[in-house]
């Protein structure tokens, strides 16, 4: 297994651009989220999706958007990028609803806004 | 009050000390609780869950008091290769909602 992959890892963007951060996973998980990571920040939740066709916000939603199509995949959209967004994504995924099934995180995208 | 706090560190320690970090939780009905290990420039990974009669796995002890609301992690016989950044994450209901994160606690194990 794949795990949890994320694509690009690394981009730089100017500010009003738009991009959609990929990620998939390849273990039949159920829940996904979403997460941003800032210097002195911690993880944040952007928005989380409880299986393929369902989606909810996160604790910083505003100028994100999701869509859970297929159970493998939940990208996040960037709609205007701007320089509050540089950071580092983190998707993840768990499988069913059991609060202690693991959560497996994939490797990240560094995104820059310039 | 923040859902999950704890204190940022930085803990320097010496290679062979035993180290606990102490995270707290506001949520009295959170479901599970866990500590995730997160290198630089790496995704967290889980280092293990915290049940209620605690529990240990080789040099890592993790505890639960609900009562007081904190889960700790003990991490004895300190090694340079623990130098990480140690989450602690907390269900606040059900497994179908997030995991809510603290914002880390980092250690340095210095030879």
């Known amino acids: 297994n794949a795990g949890v992959t994320q694509t690009p890892k690394f981009q730089v963007l100017k500010t009003g651009q738009s991009m959609t951060l990929q990620c998939a996973q390849d273990?039949?998980?159920?829940?996904m989220s979403w997460y941003r990571q800032d210097p002195g920040m911690g993880l944040r939740l952007i928005h989380y999706?409880?299986?393929?066709?369902?989606?909810d916000q996160g604790e910083v939603p505003n100028g994100y958007n999701v869509s859970r199509s297929t159970t493998e995949d939940f990208p996040l959209r960037l709609l205007s990028a701007a320089p509050s967004q540089t950071s580092v994504y983190f998707c993840a995924s768990k499988s069913g609803t059991s609060a202690y099934n693991e959560q497996f995180f994939g490797p990240g995208t560094r995104l820059t806004v310039l | 009050r923040k859902e999950v706090e704890q204190d940022p560190g930085p803990f320097n320690v010496p290679e062979g000390a035993t180290v606990a970090f102490n995270c707290t939780y506001s949520?009295?009905?959170?479901?599970?609780f866990f500590w995730y290990r997160q290198d630089c420039r790496k995704e967290p990974k889980l280092l293990m869950s915290v049940y209620s009669s605690g529990n240990e796995d080789g040099r890592f002890t993790a505890q639960l008091n609900r009562a007081s609301q904190y889960i700790s992690l003990l991490i004895r016989d300190s090694k340079l290769s623990d130098s990480a950044t140690y989450l602690c994450?907390?269900?606040?209901?059900?497994?179908?909602?997030?995991?809510?994160f603290g914002k880390g606690t980092r250690l340095s194990v210095i030879a």
């Open positions: 994450a907390v269900t606040p209901i059900s497994g179908n909602t997030p995991l809510v």
């Open positions: 949520n009295s009905a959170s479901q599970s």
């Open positions: 999706s409880v299986g393929a066709g369902i989606t």
């Open positions: 273990m039949n998980h159920e829940y």
